[in-house]
């Protein structure tokens, strides 16, 4: 007898919305759990070749923290394209000029490097403040530790 493994087509999964306090949450702790969800790891009907995740809005994101020096020795680099046209900036620049942008890449770098986890990235609404728009959805609230 041959048992065939279930496989979830993304048509038949239920997304929910979730909203997580990001107040005094660790960068990369807060960031693998999102990715978890985003990419639905945490069903039990989880397929790597299709988006079975969740919605996720994350709020007050300049109030994460970094642990031991990071905050001033971790840097984050751009590239303009043209000659000598590296920019880069550490982590506590960064937090004040585009707090989104911390958690943001932190998340990115533990995702798919394809076009699923491009789909995946645009499910994770990130608002430095305490407000967001996306009430209509009614997200429900999750602690990560």
Same mark, same amino acid.
Do not use: C
């Given at each position: 007898m041959s048992?065939?493994?279930f496989m979830a087509s993304e048509p038949e999964v239920d997304k929910k919305w979730y909203l997580v306090d990001a107040t005094g949450l660790v960068v990369g702790?807060?960031?693998? /759990?999102l990715a978890i969800r985003l990419r639905g790891k945490d069903k039990a009907i989880f397929t790597p070749h299709n988006d079975t995740g969740d919605f996720i809005v994350v709020i007050n994101a300049e109030k994460v923290v970094f642990?031991?020096?990071k905050l001033d020795n971790k840097l984050y680099h751009r590239y303009?394209?043209?000659i000598g046209g590296m920019k880069e900036i550490n982590a506590r620049g960064l937090l004040n000029k585009k707090?989104? /942008?911390v958690l943001?890449?932190?998340v990115k770098g533990?995702?798919?490097k394809n076009s699923l986890g491009r789909r995946q990235l645009k499910k994770l609404k990130i608002y430095a403040g305490?407000?967001?728009p996306h009430s209509a959805q009614k997200p429900q609230k999750i602690d990560i530790l």
């Amino acid at each position: 007898m041959s048992e065939k493994s279930f496989m979830a087509s993304e048509p038949e999964v239920d997304k929910k919305w979730y909203l997580v306090d990001a107040t005094g949450l660790v960068v990369g702790r807060l960031a693998s /759990e999102l990715a978890i969800r985003l990419r639905g790891k945490d069903k039990a009907i989880f397929t790597p070749h299709n988006d079975t995740g969740d919605f996720i809005v994350v709020i007050n994101a300049e109030k994460v923290v970094f642990t031991g020096r990071k905050l001033d020795n971790k840097l984050y680099h751009r590239y303009s394209g043209h000659i000598g046209g590296m920019k880069e900036i550490n982590a506590r620049g960064l937090l004040n000029k585009k707090p989104t /942008e911390v958690l943001a890449h932190a998340v990115k770098g533990m995702l798919p490097k394809n076009s699923l986890g491009r789909r995946q990235l645009k499910k994770l609404k990130i608002y430095a403040g305490g407000d967001h728009p996306h009430s209509a959805q009614k997200p429900q609230k999750i602690d990560i530790l």
